[in-house]
C-alpha cells in the first residue's frame, strides 16, 4: 500500500510541476463555468442561435472566430494570463487527455442557473449540464492519476471562475411570450429562488473538489443596446426598471458568499461585483461609446448577435459592447483585471481573485499531506 501511494505522489508531483513550473502559473488549474460572456467555443457545434464562430465575431482575436462572444479576448481568457497560464483554458467540447490538468472552460452561450433558461434559442449547457460534464472531467482525471482522492486534493488547489445569472433574466424572466417565471413570481420571489438554486450547485460543485471559487455577480443588464431597444428608455439612459429587479438578486450574493464561507469546511467563495467594476470614466481606457454596438446587427436569426458576415465599426476600442448584448475586448480587459486585483474595495467580496490564488502554498502544502498519507 505504502509502494503503491509513492507512486501516487511521485506522478502527482510531477503533474503539478510540470503545469506550474513551465509558465509560472499561480494555481495548477483553472475551471470556468459560464455564460456567453466566459464561453469560448462550447456552442460551435450544438443545434442553437446562440454562437459566434462567424465573422465579425473575433476579427480582434489571433485565432478568428472561435466560439467568443466579442471581438477578441474575453475576461476569463484575461483571467487565465493574470494567473500566469501561457495558453488559454481549452472549452470542454475539444479539450483532450492531460491537457485537462490546466483546467476546463465548461461556459455556454444563453446557459443560466435554472435549466429552461435561453431553451427559445435552441441548445445550451446549462450551469446543472456543466456541473455534470465537470464530473465527467474529474474521471478522466482520476483515471489518469490513478486516485479519487488525489486528485480531489489536486482540484482543491485550482481556482474556479463561475459567471450566471444573466440569461436567467435576460432568456427568462424578461421574456414572458417565452416564460412563465414572471407572470407566477414578482422579482423579490424570483431572485430569492434564483439565489437558492444557484447557492445549491455551487455547493455541488464544492462537493466535487473545489475550494478556490470566484463567482462573478450580474451585471447592469437595463443598460445593453438589446434590451434598450426592446423596451425604450423613456429619456433615461438605462430601463430602471430590469436594473431595479436584477439588483433585487445581486443584492443576495455577498450574503450567498457569507454562508456557503461559513458552512462549508475549507471553502474560500468570493464575489466579483460587475456593478462596482463598471463604475469610473470610460474615457480613462478610451472607451466614449457607451450605447451603440460595434458590429452590425442581425434582425434575423438571433436579433441582439452580429450579423453573420456583416460589418463592424473600426473604432472597436471606443466602443463599450461588441453587439448588443456582449462587451468588447477593452471592457472585458479591466473586468479581469479588478477581478484579480480590486481598484475598489467594493469590487471583490470578501478580498479579490489574486489573493484566492495566493492562498496556501499549491507544492508545499500538497507534498506536505501527501507524505503524511503514504506514512
Not at 476569463?76 to 481549452?90: N, S, V
Not at 450551469?127 to 455534470?132: A, D, E, S
Not at 482520476?142 to 488547489?157: Q, W
Not at 431572485?191 to 478556490?212: D, F, V, W
Amino acid at each position: 500500500m505504502a509502494s503503491g501511494m509513492r507512486i501516487w505522489f511521485v506522478l502527482f508531483m510531477t503533474i503539478l510541476l510540470l503545469v506550474m513550473v513551465k509558465s509560472e502559473q499561480q494555481v495548477p488549474c483553472l475551471f470556468i463555468m459560464g455564460d456567453s460572456l466566459f464561453d469560448n467555443g462550447n456552442n460551435n457545434n450544438l443545434l442553437t442561435n446562440a454562437k459566434a464562430n462567424y465573422p465579425p465575431y473575433g476579427i480582434d482575436f489571433p485565432d478568428g472566430p472561435t466560439g467568443r462572444f466579442t471581438n477578441g479576448k474575453n475576461t476569463a481568457d484575461f483571467l487565465a494570463e493574470l494567473l500566469g497560464f501561457d495558453k488559454y483554458i481549452e472549452p470542454f467540447a475539444t479539450v483532450k487527455g492531460v491537457e485537462m490538468f490546466r483546467g476546463v472552460n465548461y461556459a455556454s452561450g444563453a446557459a443560466g442557473i435554472r435549466d429552461e433558461s435561453g431553451i427559445h434559442l435552441g441548445d445550451r449547457i446549462s450551469l446543472n449540464r456543466q456541473l455534470r460534464n465537470h464530473k465527467v472531467t474529474i474521471s478522466h482525471l482520476s483515471t489518469m492519476l490513478g486516485n479519487r482522492t488525489v486528485t480531489k486534493e489536486y482540484l482543491s488547489k485550482c481556482i474556479y471562475i463561475v459567471g450566471m445569472g444573466n440569461n436567467d433574466y435576460i432568456n427568462n424572466y424578461l421574456m414572458p411570450q417565452f416564460y412563465l417565471s414572471s407572470h407566477l413570481y414578482k422579482p423579490e420571489k424570483y431572485a430569492t429562488i434564483l439565489i437558492h438554486q444557484y447557492s445549491e450547485q455551487l455547493k455541488t460543485l464544492y462537493r466535487h473538489g473545489a475550494r478556490k471559487v470566484a463567482v462573478f455577480g450580474v451585471g447592469s443588464i437595463g443598460c445593453v443596446p438589446a434590451e434598450l431597444d426592446l423596451y425604450g428608455t423613456n429619456d433615461t439612459i438605462c430601463v430602471d426598471s430590469i436594473n431595479s429587479a436584477v439588483q433585487k438578486f445581486a443584492d443576495k450574493f455577498k450574503p450567498m458568499i457569507d454562508d456557503l464561507n461559513t458552512n462549508l469546511p475549507d471553502a474560500n467563495f468570493i464575489y466579483i461585483n460587475i456593478t462596482s467594476i463598471s463604475l469610473g470614466d470610460p474615457s480613462a481606457i478610451g472607451i466614449t461609446n457607451l450605447v451603440e454596438p460595434c458590429c452590425e446587427i442581425s434582425s434575423i436569426i438571433a436579433k441582439g448577435q452580429c450579423s453573420k458576415g456583416g460589418g463592424a465599426c473600426s473604432d472597436r476600442a471606443s466602443h463599450y459592447f461588441w453587439d448588443g448584448f456582449h462587451p468588447s475586448e477593452a471592457p472585458n480587459k479591466v473586468c479581469a483585471e479588478r477581478a484579480y486585483t480590486a481598484l475598489l474595495p467594493t469590487d471583490a467580496y470578501p478580498f479579490d481573485i489574486s489573493h484566492l490564488a495566493s492562498l496556501g502554498s499549491p507544492l508545499i502544502k500538497l507534498a506536505q499531506s501527501s507524505r503524511s498519507e503514504i506514512a
